[in-house]
C-alpha cells in the first residue's frame, strides 16, 4: 500500500501534463489595430519643381501657336530710344528677348532710359530677357570708363576661381545698373590659335582645363546677382583664322580633338549648372560638312543636347552676320535653326521680326516643326524666365559703390 500512494500520485499527476498538452488553445483576444480600419491614404502632393512643370504646361497649353513662336524669337530695336514701331510690338507681343548692341548706347543716362521704356512697354507677364555683351576689355558696351573692366586673358592669368566670381559679381552689378537681366558671357572658347581675329584675349587662357576652371566661378557670380549668363560660343571659336561677322569660319579638328578641347569647358559648364548656351556660326565639318554649328542638328540636337545632356536654352548667335547672310536668308535661317535644335533665334536687324516669325509660322504648318518639339522649346524658354528676376526691381542704383566694386577687382587681378 505504501508504494500504491506514489504510483497513483504520480500517475494523476502524468495524467493532468498529459491533458495540457492535447487541451486545445483558445482563440487569442484580437489585438486592437486588427480590429481598426486602415486609414484612406492621402494622394502624393506634387514636389514644388512638379507644380512648377505642370503651372508651365498649363501656362503653355493655353497659348496660340503664334505666341509660342513669339517666345522663340530674340529681337533687336532700332536707335538709341524706343522707337514707335518698337514700343508697340513689345506691348502687343511678348517676345523671348530684346538685344542691345553697341549702336543702341550712347550714354549712361540713355541707356539706363531706354532699358526702363522696354521694361515699360511690355504688357505681357511673360517677361522678355533684355541681354547684351557685356565681357570686358574690348566686347564691352557700357558706356562709362569708370565701369569698364580688362579682358578675360587678363583675369584668367591670375588663375584665381575665387577672384573670377568676384568679377562675375561685378558684371552681374553693372548689367542690373543699366537694366538688363542677362549678360552674353562669359566666353568659354579657348584661345588655342594665335591668328584668331576674333578672340584672343576674350578668352580666359588656351589650356581647355583652366578656362574649365576660371570660367564656371565667372558664371556662378553673375547668377548671384540675378543675370543670366549665356556661355558662348559653342562648340567653340578658339581654333578659327575667319571672324564670323564677315565670313563663315571653319575648323578641321577631328571630333576627338574637339573632345579634348573646345568641348571641354563647355562640359564643365553644363556639369556645374548651366542655363543657356550660345551657338557659334561655325563650320565643323568633323560634326556636320554641311551647315553651320548654329544651323545644325548634328552639333544643337547631336552634341549639346544627346552627348553633352544639355537641357537648358539654346541660342544662336546674332544670325545677322557674315556667316549666315552670305548664304542664307534671315528668315530662312531662323526657321533651320529652330528646327534643328536652337530654342531661339536671336537676329539684331531692326524691323525683322514680321518676316521671321511668318517664316516659323510656316514651317510649323507645313510640319517641318512639330506642336511637340515647339512646346518644349517654349517649356525651356519660359523654365528659365521663372529661375531669374526679370523685371527691374533688383535694379542697382549705387553708382559709387559699382566703382569701388570694379576697382577692387582690377586690383586683386594686378596683384
Known amino acids: 500500500?505504501?508504494?500504491?500512494?506514489?504510483?497513483?500520485?504520480?500517475?494523476?499527476?502524468?495524467?493532468?501534463?498529459?491533458?495540457?498538452?492535447?487541451?486545445?488553445?483558445?482563440?487569442?483576444?484580437?489585438?486592437?489595430?486588427?480590429?481598426?480600419?486602415?486609414?484612406?491614404?492621402?494622394?502624393?502632393?506634387?514636389?514644388?519643381?512638379?507644380?512648377?512643370?505642370?503651372?508651365?504646361?498649363?501656362?503653355?497649353?493655353?497659348?496660340?501657336?503664334?505666341?509660342?513662336?513669339?517666345?522663340?524669337?530674340?529681337?533687336?530695336?532700332?536707335g538709341t530710344a524706343l522707337t514707335e514701331a518698337d514700343r508697340r510690338l513689345l506691348q502687343q507681343h511678348a517676345l523671348g528677348g530684346v538685344l542691345l548692341l553697341g549702336g543702341n548706347i550712347t550714354s549712361s543716362g540713355q541707356l539706363k532710359a531706354l532699358t526702363a521704356d522696354i521694361n515699360e512697354a511690355q504688357t505681357s507677364d511673360q517677361r522678355a530677357f533684355v541681354g547684351f555683351d557685356e565681357e570686358g576689355g574690348r566686347v564691352s558696351r557700357v558706356p562709362d570708363a569708370q565701369l569698364k573692366l580688362s579682358p578675360s586673358l587678363a583675369y584668367g592669368q591670375k588663375n584665381d576661381p575665387e577672384l573670377m566670381e568676384d568679377v562675375g559679381q561685378t558684371l552681374g552689378s553693372i548689367s542690373r545698373f543699366y537694366g538688363f537681366n542677362m549678360d552674353f558671357a562669359p566666353v568659354l572658347d579657348v584661345n588655342n590659335?594665335?591668328?584668331?581675329?576674333?578672340?584672343?584675349?576674350?578668352?580666359?587662357?588656351?589650356?581647355?582645363?583652366?578656362?574649365?576652371?576660371?570660367?564656371?566661378?565667372?558664371?556662378?557670380?553673375?547668377?548671384?546677382?540675378?543675370?543670366?549668363?549665356?556661355v558662348k560660343h559653342f562648340p567653340g571659336h578658339g581654333?578659327?583664322?575667319?571672324?564670323?561677322?564677315?565670313?563663315?569660319?571653319?575648323?578641321?579638328?577631328?571630333?576627338?580633338?574637339?573632345?579634348?578641347?573646345?568641348?571641354?569647358?563647355?562640359?564643365?559648364?553644363?556639369?556645374?549648372?548651366?542655363?543657356?548656351?550660345?551657338?557659334?556660326?561655325?563650320?565643323?565639318?568633323?560634326?556636320?560638312?554641311?551647315?553651320?554649328?548654329?544651323?545644325?542638328?548634328?552639333?544643337?540636337?547631336?552634341?549639346?543636347?544627346?552627348?553633352?545632356?544639355?537641357?537648358g536654352v539654346i541660342i544662336t548667335d546674332d544670325l545677322v552676320m557674315g556667316a549666315i547672310t552670305e548664304r542664307y536668308g534671315l528668315a530662312q535661317a531662323a526657321g533651320l535653326a529652330l528646327e534643328n535644335g536652337a530654342d531661339m533665334a536671336m537676329?539684331?536687324?531692326?524691323?525683322?521680326?514680321?518676316?521671321?516669325?511668318?517664316?516659323?509660322?510656316?514651317?510649323?504648318?507645313?510640319?517641318?516643326?512639330?506642336?511637340?518639339?515647339?512646346?518644349?522649346?517654349?517649356?525651356?524658354?519660359?523654365?528659365?524666365?521663372?529661375t531669374y528676376d526679370l523685371s527691374q526691381t533688383k535694379r542697382v542704383d549705387e553708382y559709387q559703390r559699382l566703382i569701388e566694386q570694379v576697382k577692387a577687382v582690377e586690383s586683386d587681378m594686378r596683384h
Open 1 to 78: 500500500m505504501k508504494l500504491f500512494f506514489p504510483v497513483v500520485f504520480a500517475t494523476v499527476l502524468l495524467s493532468g501534463c498529459a491533458d495540457e498538452t492535447v487541451k486545445p488553445d483558445e482563440p487569442a483576444p484580437k489585438q486592437a489595430e486588427e480590429t481598426k480600419q486602415p486609414k484612406p491614404q492621402k494622394p502624393e502632393q506634387p514636389s514644388a519643381r512638379e507644380q512648377v512643370e505642370n503651372e508651365l504646361k498649363q501656362t503653355v497649353s493655353q497659348m496660340s501657336t503664334a505666341e509660342k513662336v513669339d517666345q522663340l524669337l530674340y529681337i533687336g530695336v532700332a
Open 239 to 311: 581654333d578659327t583664322t575667319v571672324d564670323s561677322h564677315v565670313g563663315l569660319p571653319r575648323v578641321d579638328a577631328t571630333k576627338a580633338e574637339l573632345e579634348q578641347t573646345e568641348l571641354v569647358p563647355f562640359k564643365r559648364a553644363i556639369q556645374d549648372g548651366a542655363e543657356m548656351v550660345m551657338v557659334a556660326h561655325i563650320l565643323f565639318p568633323a560634326l556636320d560638312k554641311n551647315r553651320p554649328s548654329s544651323l545644325s542638328k548634328e552639333v544643337m540636337t547631336g552634341v549639346l543636347r544627346s552627348e553633352l545632356k544639355f537641357d
Open 193 to 230: 590659335n594665335p591668328a584668331n581675329p576674333i578672340i584672343g584675349d576674350r578668352a580666359l587662357s588656351a589650356d581647355p582645363q583652366q578656362v574649365a576652371r576660371l570660367g564656371v566661378p565667372l558664371m556662378q557670380g553673375m547668377k548671384e546677382e540675378d543675370i543670366v549668363p549665356v
Open 347 to 386: 537676329f539684331s536687324s531692326p524691323g525683322a521680326y514680321a518676316s521671321v516669325h511668318k517664316e516659323i509660322m510656316a514651317r510649323i504648318k507645313q510640319g517641318k516643326l512639330s506642336t511637340a518639339d515647339l512646346n518644349q522649346k517654349v517649356m525651356r524658354v519660359l523654365r528659365l524666365k521663372q
